[in-house]
């Protein structure tokens, strides 16, 4: 089956087809580093490396490029309130957002480019763009005249007589309010550059521009980003490159919220739940699974009830994983080569992750059947199977990534702490049934199913697992 996806240009889904046979290249808005991501800002990163993981294993060579914006309007007035240099507090952010990729599993990208570092070849857009009428140059800044590309704003679907451009302070000089800035001038104290129009600073959309440009040429297979970033960044994006020449993105892809009380999570409405403060809470594979196993497209709306059910999900799934491995050994229990035909259907429908998922638990039901009928060749098979599906949704809870991660040997711990607990419980149940008090054997059975855990009498003794 062919791989389909969501083009919001489009807005509809359509057949994905590479501009090079068997390559793919994709843009993500990466992070502005003006503060430590929360998990929203993370969830982003996570499916696009779900899309990766599986155009990749579908066979294709991709090359992921992943920006950091290090200097826009928030970071200066970060840098003026705390009395610290703007790169410090960038610098100190970007490693932040790389903690939190690399501790929920993200690849690491092709190359991931800082928007300071290519500021001359955002002067030779701006350059290129001035030259043939498309901006112009008013008060040390530099504007983007929007009636001049007559396909501005089809990406957002909006009336242009009805645009309300953001602005920021200093913005002066321009021919039309909607036009918006490409450069910014120099003001008293913040950094800047030398440009032929005057010393300045980059404006946010210019940067994407000039890096998709620089690393994926004129045109290339996908542009991804957050929801919120169709209107006004992508949009400006757009009239920036196509004017410029560029046919740019072929495809638009781009992930909803996770949103707290219907809100968007954000910063600035100070409803965020920090990366680096999740992860001592929750085991880093499950914040993965709970983020990256609804639809990209889906809105999350964020509960510590949810990030239980997930928990427990995942532990249904973990649990078969360690059943297996304690029977075959890990190195007897290597990945499927492919995966299942309808995981795989899921998949190519644009990412239908949530679909692919109850495929992982069909089959760990399956292979937990296996194991109850000591069909030990079953089981494996259903555990390599299952491996290759968790493999595509970085989830593979045997990968090194996750076996050498401290995230995962806390959880070992407690599950080793929970196990002595229960074992305990289970003597006084197999007491009870010795001197034939089955009542009480029983009730103790139905507490700890009503704790969440499922007991099963096997000739080796009771076993217990999360339900």
């Given at each position: 089956?062919t791989i389909?996806?969501y083009d919001?240009?489009?807005r509809?889904?359509?057949d994905?087809?590479?501009?090079?046979?068997g390559?793919?290249?994709?843009?993500?808005?990466?992070?502005t580093v003006?503060?430590?991501?929360?998990?929203g800002h993370?969830?982003s990163?996570?499916?696009f490396d779900?899309?990766r993981?599986?155009l990749?294993?579908?066979?294709?060579?991709?090359?992921?490029?992943?920006n950091?914006t290090?200097i826009?309007?928030k970071?200066?007035?970060?840098s003026?309130?705390q009395?610290?240099?703007?790169?410090a507090?960038?610098y100190?952010?970007?490693r932040a957002f790389n903690?939190?990729y690399e501790a929920?599993g993200c690849?690491?990208?092709t190359?991931e480019p800082?928007a300071?570092g290519?500021?001359p070849?955002?002067?030779?857009?701006?350059?290129a763009?001035?030259?043939s009428?498309h901006?112009?140059a008013?008060d040390g800044n530099?504007?983007?005249?929007v009636?001049?590309?007559?396909?501005?704003?089809a990406?957002s679907?909006?009336?242009?007589?009805?645009l309300?451009q953001?602005?920021?302070?200093?913005?002066t000089?321009?021919?039309d309010?909607?036009d918006?800035?490409?450069?910014?001038?120099a003001?008293?104290?913040?950094p800047?550059?030398?440009?032929?129009?005057?010393?300045?600073r980059p404006?946010?959309h210019?940067e994407c521009s000039?890096?998709a440009?620089k690393y994926?040429?004129?045109?290339?297979?996908i542009?991804?980003?957050?929801?919120?970033l169709?209107?006004?960044?992508?949009?400006?994006?757009?009239?920036q490159s196509k004017?410029?020449g560029?046919?740019?993105?072929?495809?638009w892809?781009?992930n909803?919220?996770?949103t707290?009380?219907?809100?968007?999570?954000?910063?600035?409405?100070?409803?965020?739940?920090?990366v680096?403060?999740m992860v001592k809470?929750w085991?880093?594979?499950?914040?993965r699974?709970?983020?990256g196993?609804p639809?990209y497209?889906s809105?999350?709306e964020y509960s510590?009830?949810?990030?239980r059910?997930?928990e427990s999900?995942f532990a249904r799934?973990?649990?078969f994983?360690?059943?297996?491995?304690?029977k075959?050994?890990?190195?007897?229990?290597a990945?499927?080569?492919d995966?299942?035909?309808a995981f795989?259907?899921?998949m190519d429908?644009?990412l239908?992750v949530?679909?692919?998922?109850?495929?992982?638990h069909?089959?760990v039901?399956?292979?937990?059947?296996?194991?109850?009928?000591?069909d030990k060749?079953?089981a494996v098979?259903r555990?390599a199977?299952?491996?290759?599906m968790?493999?595509?949704?970085g989830?593979?809870?045997l990968?090194?990534?996750?076996?050498?991660?401290e995230g995962a040997e806390?959880g070992a711990?407690l599950?080793g702490a929970?196990?002595t607990?229960?074992?305990?419980?289970?003597e006084q149940?197999e007491a009870?049934?010795?001197?034939?008090?089955?009542a009480a054997?029983?009730a103790?059975?139905d507490?700890?199913?009503q704790?969440?855990?499922?007991?099963?009498d096997?000739p080796?003794?009771?076993?217990?697992t999360?339900?």
């Open positions: 089956m389909r996806l919001t240009s489009a509809q889904i359509r994905f087809t590479p501009i090079i046979p390559c793919v290249s994709i843009y993500l808005c990466g992070a003006q503060a430590a991501p929360h998990i993370i969830r990163g996570l499916d779900i899309l993981r599986w990749l294993h579908r066979g294709y060579e991709v090359t992921f490029i992943r950091v290090d826009d309007d970071i200066i007035s970060k003026a309130d009395g610290r240099p703007w790169w507090i960038g100190e952010n970007e903690a939190g929920l690849l690491p990208p190359y800082r300071t290519h500021v070849e955002m002067i030779e857009m701006m350059r763009l001035i030259d009428g901006a112009y008013a530099v504007y983007f005249d009636r001049s590309y007559p396909g501005y704003l990406l679907n909006q009336e242009l007589d009805n309300r953001p602005e920021g302070e200093g913005e000089g321009k021919r309010p909607r918006f800035a490409m450069w910014k001038a003001k008293p104290g913040e800047s550059w030398e440009t032929p129009w005057g010393r300045g404006g946010w210019l000039a890096m440009h994926l040429g004129s045109r290339f297979d542009h991804g980003g957050g929801i919120d169709v209107f006004p960044h992508h949009e400006n994006e757009i009239a004017t410029f560029d046919e740019f993105a072929d495809y892809m781009h909803a919220w996770v707290m009380s219907g809100e968007k999570m954000s910063k600035s409405l100070g409803n965020s739940v920090l680096s403060e809470r085991r880093p594979i499950v914040l699974y709970y983020l196993t639809h497209r809105t999350i510590e009830e949810a990030l059910e997930a999900a799934i973990e649990g994983v360690q059943r297996v491995v304690e075959a050994g890990k190195a007897g229990v990945p499927a080569a995966v299942p035909p795989a259907e899921a429908d644009d239908g949530p679909q692919a998922l109850a495929i992982v069909t089959t039901r399956q292979g937990n059947a296996a194991l109850s009928a000591d060749e079953a098979a555990l199977e299952v491996r290759a968790l493999g595509v949704l989830l593979d809870p990968d090194d990534h996750w076996a050498g991660a806390r711990d599950h929970v196990d607990l229960v074992r305990l419980v289970l149940r009870a049934r010795a001197r034939k008090d089955y054997a029983d103790i059975r507490q700890l199913q704790s969440g855990l499922a007991i099963e096997t080796d003794g009771p076993r217990w999360l339900c």
